[in-house]
Structures are given as C-alpha cells and as structure tokens.
C-alpha cells in the first residue's frame, strides 16, 4: 500500500489563472508560499504550484486573489527540469483535491465581503466544503453552560471529522 498526500496553509502568490480543457473542465493553476518563522533565524519559505479541477477551479478564480489564505490538500509530486545555465532545478507541484479559504476571505469587487456561496461539487465525488459558522465554545456547542443558547442543531450536525483539517 502507498500514500501521497499533502496539506499546505499559505498564502497565493499569485491570482488563480482559470483555464478550460477541449472537454470543457475547468483547470486554476496557482503559487501558493509557506513561510516557516524560526528564532535567530532567517525565515524559511517554500514555495508550490497549485493545481485545482473542476469546480474548485472555478470557485478559486472567483474568490481568491494574490496574498489570500488558503488550505490545500492533494498529491505532492516533485518535477525536475533544468534551468538556461543548465543547472537541475526542482518544483514542488500538488494537484489540490480539497480546498478551504481560510481568513477574511476575498477581496474581489464582486464579493466585498468575502462571502462564499459554496456548494456540492457535482463534477467529482468528493464534495466542496462550505464554510459553517462554529459554535464560540465547547460548551456552547453542547448546549450546556448558564444563560447562553446552545448552537443550532445544524452547526454542531454540519461539523464532522472530516472537516477538521488535523
């Protein structure tokens, strides 16, 4: 048994460049940066090339633009490729197949508030996340605690494993 898969939160270094196949499927291909912060250190970033189909593909060129947080999962491949000086060089690609925005979302005109109308991803069989507003405690989630509601049945209902990205 094998297993490729990655999950990277960054930044977009770029805007989501949205293309179409001959057979009519959306293809976004953007850069997206991790930045490893160490102590007496310089900072370390590493960068990726970014890859969604689809659906997503369609939703990233909507709502993302250049320096918008991002949560990616996919496959890592690594391509090698050499450069004018004919040195070997290497990039990072990963063919995204889970995407959730992350922060204060777009900042697109046709979206000011960063608001994502999401829904079923009916072109492949995993589905698009939507983002569900959480409870603000535990308790509050479980209904319990003095004085406070407890969070709507769709809230805590709409939370599963598989939406918590660790």
Excluded: C, H
């Excluded at 805007?15 to 057979?23: G, V």
């Amino acid at each position: 048994m094998s297993f490729n898969k990655v999950i990277i939160v960054g930044n977009l270094g770029r805007d989501p460049e949205l293309r179409y196949t001959p057979q009519g499927t959306a293809v976004a291909n953007f850069s997206m940066a991790t930045t490893e912060k160490r102590q007496n250190e310089d900072d370390i970033t590493t960068w990726f090339k970014v890859t969604l189909w689809g659906a997503r593909a369609e939703v990233a060129a909507k709502y993302l633009t250049k320096g918008s947080q991002v949560y990616i999962e996919g496959r890592l491949k690594i391509q090698e490729w050499t450069d004018r000086d004919d040195n070997n060089r290497y990039t990072l690609e990963v063919t995204a197949t889970d995407m959730q925005f992350i922060g204060s979302g777009s900042r697109r005109e046709d979206n000011p508030a960063g608001e994502y109308a999401g829904g079923e991803d009916t072109a492949g069989d995993e589905r698009m996340p939507v983002p569900v507003p959480k409870a603000k405690t535990k308790a509050a989630a479980a209904g319990k605690g003095k004085g406070k509601k407890a969070a709507d049945a769709t809230t805590v209902s709409a939370i599963g494993d598989d939406d918590i990205p660790f």
